[in-house]
């Protein structure tokens, strides 16, 4: 995951706001970087947390390409048909990096064309400074978070957790109602800056691109090889699912419980890995307290498929521990997802540096 920040039309120096840029720190732990004064737009700020997934040398946000100055683009995600809509469309790409496609497909297709042609999980933030205009969108699952904060007075600012916005208001100190909500899965949002040198927006688009159950403007992968053989479509799209995400400069790695979903997923990553010629095992993880019956079926899967194994074991102390930073860290306080997340928690302590992906 990364981080995307931005802000538009406040007159606060930018000094101001980096406490609030910081709040997202931890979804970028390989560069940050923070962009104001674009083309002369003074009160504007985009700022960006990578972690290092696609094209490590020129991949790093805000991303412009030469062919394409007046473009300025942030956003979060993984692009699956990046190089597939560069061959179907004849773009040029000066990256290796899948969300250059973005930018491409917004200066041919619009906002709206663009987010519709995505095969992927993304959030996004497209500015265009010879229109003047700032363009949001958002994959069809919400799978990649995205909150926008929108003043009574067109001050707007964007980020992938509302924790980067909460205190925003407060900042600007200007007197002025804001709403602070989640941007809507599969849809786009544009802005109009009626003054460039004021940067404060007008909403003047606001549409879904794409609902679950539509058929999508893009070709899904594995689907030229569906027959009429349902079992057999059930193979070949979960194997396209799982090899589509293993887009990575980065060593891979999956979760692994030892149940149906997960030991598919963990047997078919491997089995893409070594067609793929991968220089590495793939490795798996299983997270569990002492005697957990789930760890115990992942060892014998993991043998089966001859992945990397590892486990993390902890105790209930360890877990109560990290509650609080669980929940600030997910932003929500529902059960499921809670207790789901506190052993994944542990997991990222103790081995964020083996994988990435």
Not at 293 to 299: E, T
Request: a neutral charge.
């Amino acid at each position: 995951m990364c981080g995307i920040w931005a802000l538009f039309g406040s007159y606060e120096v930018i000094q101001k706001q980096i406490s609030n840029v910081l709040k997202i720190a931890h979804r970028g732990p390989d560069a940050f970087r923070v962009e104001t004064n674009m083309h002369f737009f003074p009160h504007c700020c985009l700022a960006f947390h990578r972690l290092s997934v696609v094209d490590d040398l020129y991949g790093m946000q805000p991303m412009r390409v030469n062919i394409l100055p007046f473009l300025w683009l942030i956003y979060n995600g993984e692009i699956y048909n990046h190089k597939a809509l560069g061959k179907e469309h004849g773009f040029n790409y000066q990256t290796q990096c899948d969300g250059e496609v973005i930018l491409h497909l917004y200066a041919r297709y619009g906002a709206e064309g663009a987010a519709a042609h995505l095969d992927g999980v993304f959030a996004f933030c497209v500015i265009d400074t010879e229109k003047g205009q700032v363009h949001l969108g958002r994959d069809t699952y919400g799978v990649r978070p995205a909150f926008k904060l929108l003043s009574d007075d067109g001050v707007l600012a964007i980020c992938s957790e509302a924790k980067g916005l909460v205190t925003l208001p407060e900042s600007m100190n200007n007197g002025h109602l804001s709403l602070l909500v989640p941007f809507p899965p599969g849809h786009i949002e544009s802005y109009q800056m009626p003054d460039k040198a004021e940067g404060k927006v007008n909403l003047y688009l606001q549409k879904q691109f794409h609902q679950i159950g539509d058929m999508p403007k893009y070709r899904a992968l594995g689907s030229e090889l569906l027959t009429k053989d349902v079992l057999h479509n059930i193979r070949v799209t979960l194997t396209a699912a799982v090899k589509k995400r293993m887009m990575s400069d980065r060593r891979i790695g999956c979760l692994l419980s030892g149940g149906l979903d997960s030991s598919l997923v963990a047997a078919l990553a491997v089995k893409c890995a070594r067609e793929d010629f991968l220089q590495y095992p793939v490795q798996t993880f299983s997270i569990g307290m002492e005697g957990s019956p789930d760890v115990a079926a992942a060892k014998l899967v993991a043998k089966h498929i001859g992945s990397e194994h590892h486990e993390v074991i902890f105790t209930p102390q360890e877990g109560i521990a990290v509650l609080e930073e669980v929940i600030y860290m997910l932003e929500t306080y529902d059960i499921t997802t809670i207790r789901a997340s506190v052993g994944r928690y542990r997991l990222v302590c103790v081995r964020k540096n083996r994988v990435r992906i």
